[in-house]
């Protein structure tokens, strides 16, 4: 089922997903006070996104608040998460690189489509494409040089190696 479509060609600005560690999810919860609730006149469901396997995640509230972004806009990036975590099903499941790696350029899509969504600016740097299943990039240098643009990709992934488009 397609929740979500990203137009082709579609001016596109990016925002790193919001992948929450338990931790995060923790204080998220303790920033979801009633006070903060009642000021924004907003539920806890406002903010929650809940894949078809019935795991939850948050949409960062401040950064709605701060963003004012539109319930049309939550929606839309409600629906691009689900839809990222069916990609990412995807992935887990393909058993080629020619697929791996057209499934990860959608996910790239998706990503822009998002800044977009929340009104930040384009910014590849700020993909994290090594968190996608079956890559092999090595996740720690990514991580070091997160933001500069520079990218540090394994000859062996099956996605960003041999075919990639980069
Ligand atoms: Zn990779």
Same mark, same amino acid.
């Given at each position: 089922?397609? *929740?979500?479509?990203?137009?082709?060609?579609? +001016?596109?600005?990016?925002?790193? !997903?919001?992948?929450l560690?338990? &931790?995060?999810r /923790?204080?998220?919860?303790?920033?979801?006070? +009633? $006070?903060?609730? *009642?000021?924004?006149?907003?539920? =806890?469901?406002?903010?929650?996104?809940?894949?078809?396997?019935?795991?939850?995640?948050?949409?960062?509230? !401040?950064?709605?608040?701060?963003?004012?972004?539109?319930?049309?806009?939550?929606?839309?990036?409600k629906?691009? $998460? #689900?839809?990222?975590?069916?990609?990412?099903?995807?992935?887990?499941?393909?058993?080629?690189? $020619?697929?791996?790696?057209? #499934?990860?350029?959608?996910?790239?899509?998706?990503?822009?489509?998002?800044?977009e969504?929340w /009104?930040?600016? =384009?910014n590849?740097?700020? &993909? =994290?494409?090594?968190l996608?299943?079956?890559?092999?990039c090595?996740a720690?240098?990514?991580n070091?040089?997160? @933001?500069?643009?520079?990218? #540090?990709?394994?000859?062996?992934?099956? #996605? &960003?190696?041999? @075919?990639?488009?980069?």
């Amino acid at each position: 089922m397609v *929740l979500f479509c990203v137009t082709k060609g579609s +001016p596109v600005v990016f925002l790193p !997903l919001v992948t929450l560690s338990n &931790h995060e999810r /923790g204080v998220m919860e303790y920033t979801l006070t +009633p $006070h903060l609730i *009642l000021f924004y006149n907003m539920s =806890k469901e406002t903010f929650q996104v809940t894949f078809p396997d019935g795991t939850v995640t948050f949409l960062n509230p !401040l950064l709605v608040a701060k963003k004012g972004l539109t319930n049309v806009n939550l929606d839309l990036l409600k629906h691009s $998460h #689900i839809y990222k975590w069916q990609l990412f099903k995807e992935m887990e499941e393909a058993d080629n690189p $020619h697929d791996l790696q057209v #499934i990860a350029k959608k996910v790239e899509e998706v990503e822009f489509y998002q800044q977009e969504l929340w /009104g930040f600016a =384009k910014n590849a740097s700020m &993909h =994290k494409f090594w968190l996608v299943p079956q890559c092999e990039c090595p996740a720690d240098d990514n991580n070091e040089a997160y @933001g500069s643009g520079h990218r #540090i990709y394994a000859e062996h992934c099956p #996605i &960003h190696g041999e @075919g990639w488009v980069k």
